[in-house]
């Protein structure tokens, strides 16, 4: 897939503001600084379509971008560590999951983990509520060029084992680094077969 625009539309607090619209949609999360803003201005080729930071919680809405007129990208907030209040969290836990569990538009959502470190729980616990809540995930490998080559086969072998205690299948999983622009085009291949099944 070649992504020919990509706009900023809207953030909003939760699904009450969300787009009105029947576009499919595709939404990124992941632990609080897992590079997830980042991998989206990789993906879409626009270096400031999302802001980044280095201080964990810079995403703090669910904010919408339209690609190519013919799909939304969503940037959620990242869970986890962040230098807000515990009711904040709860509030922002809140709103993700009932934007997850109401979006009748929503394809798939990217889940993001670290791959330079080992599994984490919270990540595990977030996988194992997507799979009971019946909503379509993938799990995106970041930062695959932030560890060695031994240690990074060791951690994304940890996360698998980890999953198949809980999983008979595994859902897909991309590998991707924003240094080296790898998993650009296997993600966005993806999307557009997700698009076209949707669309029958």
Same mark, same amino acid.
């Given at each position: 897939?070649?992504?020919?625009?990509?706009?900023?539309?809207?953030?909003?607090?939760?699904?009450?503001?969300?787009?009105?619209?029947?576009?499919?949609?595709?939404?990124?999360?992941?632990?609080?600084?897992?590079?997830?803003?980042?991998?989206?201005?990789?993906?879409?080729?626009?270096?400031? $379509?999302?802001?980044?930071?280095?201080?964990?919680?810079?995403?703090?809405?669910?904010?919408?971008?339209?690609?190519?007129?013919?799909?939304?990208?969503?940037? $959620?907030?990242?869970?986890?560590?962040? =230098?807000?209040?515990?009711?904040?969290? *709860?509030?922002?836990?809140?709103?993700?999951?009932?934007?997850?569990?109401?979006?009748?538009?929503?394809?798939?959502?990217?889940?993001?983990?670290?791959?330079?470190?080992?599994?984490?729980?919270?990540?595990?616990?977030?996988?194992?509520?997507?799979?009971?809540?019946?909503?379509?995930?993938?799990?995106?490998?970041?930062?695959?060029?932030?560890?060695?080559?031994?240690?990074? =086969?060791?951690?994304?072998?940890?996360?698998?084992?980890? $999953?198949?205690?809980?999983?008979?299948?595994?859902?897909?999983?991309?590998?991707?680094?924003?240094?080296?622009?790898?998993?650009? *085009?296997?993600?966005?291949?993806?999307?557009?077969?997700?698009? *076209?099944?949707?669309?029958?």
């Amino acid at each position: 897939m070649q992504i020919h625009s990509a706009k900023y539309i809207q953030s909003c607090p939760d699904i009450t503001g969300c787009p009105v619209t029947k576009l499919p949609e595709f939404a990124f999360i992941g632990r609080s600084n897992v590079g997830k803003s980042s991998l989206i201005n990789m993906i879409t080729g626009h270096n400031k $379509l999302a802001l980044t930071s280095k201080k964990p919680g810079k995403t703090r809405n669910i904010n919408h971008f339209l690609i190519n007129d013919a799909w939304y990208l969503v940037d $959620l907030p990242g869970y986890g560590f962040a =230098q807000i209040s515990q009711l904040q969290r *709860e509030l922002w836990l809140k709103s993700i999951q009932e934007y997850f569990l109401k979006r009748e538009n929503l394809k798939n959502v990217f889940l993001l983990v670290d791959s330079s470190i080992p599994p984490q729980k919270k990540d595990m616990e977030f996988i194992n509520w997507l799979g009971v809540s019946h909503i379509p995930f993938s799990i995106v490998f970041t930062k695959t060029d932030k560890a060695k080559a031994l240690q990074l =086969q060791k951690n994304m072998a940890d996360f698998k084992a980890e $999953l198949r205690k809980t999983w008979d299948e595994l859902p897909p999983i991309f590998l991707s680094s924003v240094e080296k622009k790898s998993g650009r *085009e296997e993600i966005l291949d993806y999307i557009k077969r997700c698009i *076209e099944q949707a669309a029958g």
